[in-house]
């Protein structure tokens, strides 16, 4: 097997996406400020580590994060300015704000969009996705900082290779998955790792459970890490032992889709097209009604973002973005096969930020 890169000097630093002029976003929307509160988009505009507990407000004189006393350094975690404020001094800055104020329609909650409009009499305006369209292409920076995250969970991927035994628990495997990755720097796990055998892997997000594996099962191992605020995602499934001629017939199969769906990526590409090819070839062995999620999805702060891979996507590839591909198949009651690879979209082609083998392996 060749061996992942190992990351011996995680970054300890946060990056997030470039310095921006607010005008160029305010302006073509009509707005005179936006009210950024998705922690996503906080970090992403700010660099600011604690996004769950800051906004970021947009006017058309500056960007400025917006946190309480708890984060004292905010000053110098945030690449713009912070302003560290209790909870009156926000309020009365609040009030403040003229005109026509934008909110994150699809994250900030009802109860606190009428908590706005109590304090500030401005026009709130509903906007959706103005942060996540920036996000959708990583500048070099962001990509460097995935490929490094990418790296520990393949470490994490390897090392999780020697516990796949007969008598240990998903839990037990999974668990360990989180210890290594925080041990070698990371964050923390991605998302909480899916450890999925026999009967279970045909269930496609199954949580780590307290099933003991089983010889002549297949198990499938879905991590990521994250690090400096960006996440990895990758899948791998693995037998034990010898298992039945369904189950590796399933595997060849979805290892089919995945080539085929590889071989089709690239700029320019509708994202739709790409899932219908990985849906297509599973036809071919008659297994595509157990393909029952999309392809794939954008990768980077948040572990599912867009674009999406899937047939109701409406997206183009284009260069920068970072992109999963994982088809699967999943038979009830009787197992489950995923494989997924995360892959950078680049002027001429693909290049596989995922680099942990994908074929047929025994444990």
Do not use: C
Not at 217 to 231: F, H, I, M, N, S
Not at 320 to 335: A, K
């Amino acid at each position: 097997m060749t061996r992942p890169l190992r990351v011996d000097a995680p970054p300890q630093g946060v990056y997030s996406g470039p310095v921006l002029d607010p005008k160029t976003l305010l302006e073509p929307l009509g707005l005179d400020a936006l009210y950024v509160t998705r922690p996503e988009n906080v970090r992403y505009l700010s660099g600011f580590p604690h996004p769950e507990d800051a906004q970021v407000l947009l006017t058309l004189e500056g960007a400025f994060l917006l946190t309480d006393p708890r984060y004292p350094e905010a000053e110098k975690e945030s690449r713009i300015p912070a302003k560290v404020l209790r909870r009156e001094e926000k309020e009365a800055l609040l009030k403040e704000l003229r005109g026509r104020v934008g909110f994150e329609a699809e994250h900030l909650p009802y109860a606190a969009l009428e908590r706005l409009r109590e304090l500030s009499p401005v026009e709130w305006v509903p906007t959706q996705g103005v942060v996540e369209r920036l996000r959708l292409k990583k500048t070099p920076e962001e990509v460097a900082t995935i490929r490094q995250a990418q790296a520990l969970a393949e470490e994490a991927l390897e090392h999780a290779l020697t516990l796949l035994r007969p008598g240990r628990t998903e839990r037990e495997v999974a668990l360990e998955l989180e210890f290594f990755l925080r041990r070698r720097g990371a964050e923390g796990v991605a998302f909480p790792p899916i450890v999925a055998s026999g009967p279970r892997g045909a269930l496609p997000h199954a949580g780590a459970s307290e099933k003991p594996l089983q010889a002549g099962e297949l198990v499938t191992l879905d991590l990521g890490a994250r690090l400096g605020g960006y996440a990895s995602d990758m899948t791998r499934t693995f037998a034990l032992g010898r298992v039945d001629s369904t189950l590796r017939r399933a595997f060849d199969a979805t290892l089919a889709a995945l080539e085929r769906a590889l071989e089709a990526l690239g700029p320019g590409v509708s994202a739709k097209a790409v899932d219908a090819l990985a849906r297509e070839e599973l036809k071919r062995w008659d297994l595509d009604r157990y393909f029952v999620h999309s392809l794939g999805h954008g990768v980077g702060l948040a572990v599912h973002e867009g674009p999406g891979l899937s047939p109701y996507s409406e997206d183009t590839l284009e260069p920068g973005m970072v992109v999963t591909v994982e088809p699967g198949v999943y038979l009830p009651g009787v197992g489950g096969v995923r494989i997924e690879e995360l892959v950078l979209i680049t002027p001429s082609g693909i290049e596989l930020l995922s680099r942990f083998p994908r074929g047929w392996q025994e444990v």
